[in-house]
């Protein structure tokens, strides 16, 4: 019978020699409070466009529907921090997407972790989601200890802040649990005073539909008119919230992944260039990059609209 401790801290080991800054277990269990919270996000309309977030709810909120026999939740974090920034004048594009796709990035790793992870506990079966299941991230990442979600919604480090990807292992495996991390946010509100939007309708609670980063990346169709002039120089993403936290401020380590680089023209894009792109050009120019989510079409919508209005200068970093 394999000990679940000695278990446990051989797989945080191994994750860290895959480069993730943190790994935290936590029990597998129905997420009741935060299947609440989902389900007022969802019936407030708060998901905007995004379907998909209501359509799988019950197996968001419980993991055992999604792996039968589910008995332990491993978090990893991988931090993608550069201490590049911005050219003052361009139009911008959220750190998270200046290097490779992290899908892609931290995918691979935890197809080692769940390999070895079935090979230590013959029997066992894991599934792994980066941003692409019906799991709550953040959520399992406070109960494993790895942080905290913070006022403006994402989940915080003490470590490297904010600037985390973070990837959920599911495994029929016992493994030891972490005690869930502390909110360390106090009495802060500088997130919420800084979105441009008002996208922080209530501590801890985004409202993806008045939400940039929402607007510029999932949106489809035309922007709605109240926000077609409000992209704040943004072009995909928004980090605006994360940039003005304390904690972000003091703990922002660079990245040891070279894959999080920025790749050429992501601190400057070139905005000429990019709008002359087709949809087959686009996808060959930005291969690998999280930027392919919104297409072309998407890109050159986001790109027309700073033509629309002013507003760049009061919020940006
Ligand atoms: C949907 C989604 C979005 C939507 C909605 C954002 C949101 N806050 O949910 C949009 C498109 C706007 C978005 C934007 C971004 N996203 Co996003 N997104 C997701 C996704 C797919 C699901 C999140 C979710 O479940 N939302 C539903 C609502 C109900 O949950 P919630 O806001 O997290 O609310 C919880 C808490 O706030 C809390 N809560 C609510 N009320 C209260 C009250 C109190 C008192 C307390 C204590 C708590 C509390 O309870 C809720 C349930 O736990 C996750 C991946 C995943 N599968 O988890 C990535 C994810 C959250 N996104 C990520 C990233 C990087 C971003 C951006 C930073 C990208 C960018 N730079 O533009 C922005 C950040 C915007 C922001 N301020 O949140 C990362 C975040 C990493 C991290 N360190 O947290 C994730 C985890 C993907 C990943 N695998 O790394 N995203
Ligand atoms: S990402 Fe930008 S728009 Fe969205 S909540 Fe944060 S500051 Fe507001
Ligand atoms: S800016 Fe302040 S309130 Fe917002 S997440 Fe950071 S510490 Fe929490």
């Known amino acids: 019978m394999v000990n679940n401790r000695s278990l446990a801290e051989d797989l945080k080991t191994r994750c860290k020699e895959l480069g993730f800054v943190h790994v935290g277990i936590a029990r597998a269990e129905e997420l009741l409070e935060e299947g609440a919270r989902l389900n007022a996000w969802l019936r407030n309309g708060f998901a905007g466009g995004m379907g998909w977030m209501g359509k799988r709810e019950q197996e968001r909120v ?10 332990s939740i491993v978090v990893v974090a991988m931090n993608y921090y550069t201490p590049a920034s911005h050219s003052p004048e361009a139009l911008k594009i959220s750190r998270y997407a200046w290097g490779d796709d992290y ?29 692409t299941g019906p ?17 403006h919604a994402t ?43 008002k996208a ?18 999932e949106h489809r169709g035309e922007l709605p008119a109240e926000f077609a002039g409000q992209l ?13 936290c304390p904690w972000n401020a003091k703990h922002s380590t660079e990245t040891s992944e070279p894959a999080f680089s920025p790749r050429e023209g992501m601190l400057n894009p070139d905005s000429a260039e ?8 686009f996808k060959a120019r930005f291969r690998k990059s999280p930027l392919l989510r919104t297409r072309a079409e998407g890109m050159r919508r986001n790109i027309r609209a700073q033509q629309h209005g ?5 919020h940006d970093p």
Not at 62 to 71: I, Y
Not at 105 to 127: K, M
Not at 138 to 143: D, G, L, P
Not at 274 to 281: G, P, Q, R
């Open 103 to 131: 899908h892609e990035v931290l995918g691979s790793r935890l197809t080692h972790v769940a390999s070895w992870l079935e090979n230590a506990v013959p029997g066992s079966s894991s599934r792994w989601y980066v941003d």
């Open 310 to 314: 002013a507003g760049r200068a009061a």
């Open 200 to 217: 922080i309708v209530d501590p801890y609670v985004v409202d993806a539909r008045r939400c940039i980063s929402y607007l510029t990346i």
């Open 274 to 281: 990019i709008e002359d792109l087709d949809e087959v050009e």
């Open 155 to 197: 989940l915080i480090t003490t470590t490297h802040g904010s600037w985390v990807f973070l990837g959920v292992l599911l495994t029929t495996a016992e493994l030891m649990p972490d005690e869930p991390a502390l909110d360390r946010c106090g009495t802060c509100t500088l997130c919420i005073e800084a979105c441009p939007t």
């Open 135 to 151: 799991v709550m991230e953040k959520a399992w990442a406070q109960r494993s200890g790895i942080g905290w979600i913070g006022k």
């Open 232 to 244: 704040h120089g943004w072009i995909f993403g928004c980090d605006i919230c994360q940039d003005v």
């Open 62 to 71: 419980d993991p055992g529907r999604v792996l039968p026999g589910v008995r």
